[in-house]
C-alpha cells in the first residue's frame, strides 16, 4: 500500500470522527442558522456605522460652507464645498476627469501590483533563509530611510515624463510595506504547527501552502490597505513633479493659478477612488479569509 501523504493523515483523524457521529446534520443545520443569527447583529451594527458616516461627512460639509457664507473662513484659502462640487461636475461632462483619473489609476495599480509582488516575495524568501536575511539587513535599512521624494527627480531623468517614472515611485513606497509584513507574517507563524506538520512529512512546498501562507495572508492584506494609499500618493506625487496627464498634473496646474477649487477638487476624487478600492480590497480579504471565520 502506498504510504499516505501528510495531508491525508491530518485530515483522517478529522473524516473519521464525523462519520461515526450520528447527528452530522442535524448539527450542521444548528451551525448555519447560529451563523446566520450571529451576521444579522454585524448587518445592523455595520448599518449603523454607516449611517454614522454619512452624518459626520455631512456635518463637516455644512459647518465648511456655513464657515465661508458667515465670512469666518475666506474662500480664496478653502472654496466652498459647492463650488468644489461644481468643479467636478464640469470636469465629469467635458472629460477632464475621466482622462485624467484613468492615467493616475493605471500608474497607481501597477506600483502596487509590482510592488506587492516583489515585497511580498522578498519577504517570504529572507524570512525562509534567515542567513540571508541578516546579509541584506543594513541594506534594506538603509534603502527604506532614503526619502522617496529625493527618488522622484532621478526617476523621471531616468524614466522621463511617461507613466513607468511614477510607476518607480510608487513601487518604492509599496514594496517595503509589504516586505515588512510579509517577512513578520511568515515568522510569526505558529512553531508548534510548523513542527507537527513536519513531523508527518510534509515537503517545503506544502508546508508554505498550508502553513505559512494562510499565516501571513493577515499581515499581507493588512499592509495591502496601507499599500494602496501609498500607491496613490507615489502617482500623484511623480505626476506632480513632472507629468502631461493625471490628476497631480492637474491639481499641479491649479496650485500654479492659485485655483483653491482645483485643488479641492482633485484631492476630493483621489479620496473617493481611494475609498471605493479600499471597499473591493476588504470584500477580496473577506472572501480569501472566509476559512478563518
Known sequence: MARRSWFDRLTTSGATSTARSTSGAAASAR????????????????????????????????????????????????????????????????????????????????????????????????????MTARVFDPFIKMLNAVPRVVLAPLFLLWFGLGIWSKVALAVTLVFFVMFFSTYEGVRNADPVLVDNVRMLGATERQLVRHVLVPSALTWIFSSLQTSLGFAMVGAVVGEYLGATHGLGYVIAQAEGTFDTTGVFAGMTVLGIVVVFVSLGVSRLERWLLRWKA
Open 31 to 130: 451551525s448555519t442558522s447560529r451563523a446566520a443569527a450571529s451576521a444579522r447583529p454585524e448587518l445592523v451594527e455595520g448599518r449603523v456605522v454607516f449611517a454614522w458616516q454619512i452624518a459626520f461627512l455631512v456635518a463637516v460639509l455644512v459647518a465648511w460652507q456655513a464657515g465661508v457664507a458667515f465670512k469666518l473662513l475666506d474662500p480664496f484659502f478653502v472654496s466652498r464645498p459647492t463650488d468644489i462640487g461644481r468643479r467636478m461636475a464640469m470636469w465629469i461632462v467635458d472629460g477632464t476627469l475621466v482622462r485624467h483619473l484613468f492615467v493616475t489609476i493605471e500608474e497607481s495599480l501597477l506600483g502596487l501590483l509590482i510592488g506587492a509582488v516583489l515585497g511580498i516575495g522578498s519577504g517570504f524568501v529572507l524570512a525562509r533563509w534567515p
